[in-house]
């Protein structure tokens, strides 16, 4: 079993940074592809990046490809997401998820475990 723990969300004006920190325990993540969803109130949950098992590959949605980053501390258990120049439509829950196997998909309904999410909000 591993469990996911996300923080780091919080309230920012547009323009802003956060940086998002998703801390496992239980068992190493380091053969566990990640991923990072999003949720907005009445929408799907929807793919916001992902990295390789190794860190070597990560992905990107279009809205977020050049503002967010997404890494990963295999030796500290973690995957992170620094998100900038956030926008109102950032706006959302903010899952951390971990798949068994070295590429991360896109779909949310394949991964094995989640984080219980954490809330990011980005005023005009």
């Known amino acids: 079993q591993v469990q996911l723990v996300e923080s780091g969300g919080g309230l920012v004006q547009a323009g802003g940074s956060l940086r998002l920190s998703c801390a496992a325990s239980?068992?190493?993540?380091?053969?566990?592809?990640m991923g990072w969803f999003r949720q907005a109130p009445g929408k799907e949950r929807e793919f916001v990046a992902g990295?390789?098992?190794?860190?070597?590959?990560?992905y990107y949605s279009d809205p977020v490809r050049g503002r967010f980053t997404i890494s990963r501390d295999n030796a500290k258990n973690t995957v992170l997401l620094q998100m900038n120049s956030l926008k109102p439509e950032d706006t959302a829950v903010y899952y951390c998820?971990?798949?068994?196997?070295?590429?991360?998909?896109?779909?949310?309904?394949?991964?094995?475990?989640w984080g219980q999410g954490t809330q990011v909000t980005v005023s005009p």
């Open positions: 998820a971990a798949y068994t196997n070295q590429l991360p998909p896109r779909h949310h309904s394949v991964y094995d475990y």
């Open positions: 239980g068992r190493t993540i380091s053969s566990y592809a």
């Open positions: 990295i390789s098992a190794t860190g070597y590959s990560t």
